[in-house]
């Protein structure tokens, strides 16, 4: 849709950190850009990835040097923290040029008129990343809010040396998933192939973007919620089946019984991102060099699609008077070669650009994953295959909503699909009470 009607269509309310209020958007930035690229000119960056005054330290002694183009980086923290410091600092028009937001918080962004739309300045740059990521940023519209910046493409992650122990096969489909859970559970029944966690609502998220699942959508003027779609509820089915028959564990993530679970073989698999080596360094670390990664196990053999959990972009604000500059770094950021290598070194993150997922900074694997060389090889295609996915305005609220509702039928082995329609309604009634059209 275009951009203006979306910013018509939301006002959105940070409920996290604002309360009720709700910030409403005030037109296009189109209509009110003042360039200042004339001269030298000085931007300032707000973003958390360790290491990123180092990678805008070569932008400036480089390509910002010959164009005058100076960028200075302001460490902040992430999340709603974040996005709610952007919408305060904009509302008194002092924001920054240039911010790292979350995907799931550009609706948030540009709702309230703090994002620009750059599509006029990142021509030809759509190509250099997969479908489903360059989607995020453009919200369904022909408008341009971000440049990606770093993905979390999922994978399942599996000790190689116990399936081999109890000769267990790499499940390709969901099906065989669960047939291999309760066939070790057979094999031995104090050790669970993996657990389902209910804190952290990105992992179930991807799941369900995998599945096809479309959270927010629009219908006309108004926002239509699927979170209780038929992919959702199959998701939910699935894995609540496999919590109550007690085929996998039902504790949370990032845990020390967890991180015990994991190191001592008591769990033997992960369906996790390809962050997922640093994760395991920390919490696992004996079982160096005795875990692989495989592509997600999909819904039926004929497919091959994965479901993203994570990722960041770089976006322009719409208080930069400097517009086309801000733009331009972004870009450089994103997609120069230098760039990458230096976010990869610095800032440890997984490029969203697809050629530099093979590149000189992933030639060889994770530490961790020293036992698998071509691990990034393996991962570069399985980006490739990332489901689009669908934002809304209140995705904090569905969020903290999946953590009550599926964190209490984890707990219970209770019925999955009741929480995923508390999920649902309690969104609905989130977007009706902001003042929001919401479709039935």
């Known amino acids: ?93 002092k924001a920054p040029d240039l911010v790292q937001a979350e995907y799931q918080a550009l609706p948030t962004l540009v709702s309230n008129d703090a994002l620009a739309d750059i599509a006029g300045e990142v021509d030809g740059v759509k190509d250099k990343f997969a479908e489903g990521v360059w989607q995020q940023t453009t919200l369904g519209s022909d408008a341009v809010y971000a440049i990606p910046q770093d993905s979390g493409p999922m994978m399942f992650y599996y000790r190689e040396d116990l399936f081999k122990k109890y000769d267990l096969e790499v499940p390709q489909t969901w099906d065989e998933f669960a047939e291999t859970a309760r066939a070790l559970k057979k094999k031995s029944p104090d050790t669970d192939l993996t657990t389902f966690s209910a804190n952290d609502s990105g992992l179930f998220a991807g799941l369900a973007q995998q599945a096809g699942a479309k959270w927010w959508t629009t219908e006309g003027d108004q926002w239509k919620v699927g979170i209780d779609d038929a992919a959702s509820q199959k998701v939910a089915d699935f894995w609540g089946g496999l919590v109550k028959e007690g085929a996998v564990d039902n504790q949370p993530m990032y845990t020390p019984a967890w991180n015990k679970a994991l190191n001592t073989g008591k769990q033997i698999a992960w369906v996790s991102a390809v962050w997922a080596p640093g994760t395991l360094t920390t919490a696992a670390p004996d079982t160096k060099g005795k875990w692989a990664m495989a592509p997600l196990p999909q819904w039926s053999g004929s497919e091959n699609v994965t479901g993203s959990w994570g990722g960041s972009s770089t976006a322009v604000t719409t208080d930069s008077k400097n517009k086309s500059a801000a733009a331009k770094f972004a870009t450089w950021l994103n997609t120069d070669p230098e760039a990458l290598t230096a976010l990869a070194k610095e800032g440890g993150i997984y490029p969203a650009t697809t050629t530099a997922q093979t590149s000189g900074a992933f030639t060889e694997p994770p530490a961790f994953f020293s036992n698998q060389p071509d691990f990034y090889t393996k991962a570069s295609e399985i980006a490739k295959t990332t489901a689009p996915s669908a934002w809304g305005p209140n995705v904090n609220v569905a969020y903290t909503t999946f953590n009550d509702a599926f964190g209490s039928a984890a707990k219970n082995k209770s019925d999955f699909g009741a929480a995923l329609k508390t999920m649902q309604d309690d969104t609905v009634a989130d977007l009706k009470k902001q003042g929001f059209e919401v479709a039935e």
């Open 1 to 93: 849709m275009p951009h203006t009607k979306l910013r018509r269509l939301v006002t959105i309310s940070v409920a996290v950190t604002l309360g009720a209020t709700a910030l409403a958007a005030c037109g296009s930035s189109d209509d009110s850009d003042s360039e200042a690229d004339s001269g030298p000119v000085s931007l300032t960056y707000w973003s958390w990835t360790p290491g990123m005054d180092k990678v805008a330290d070569l932008w400036n002694k480089g390509q910002g040097k010959k164009d005058q183009i100076t960028v200075t980086v302001k460490k902040q923290a992430s999340g709603d923290t974040l996005v709610t410091k952007i919408l305060t600092a904009h509302k008194a028009k």
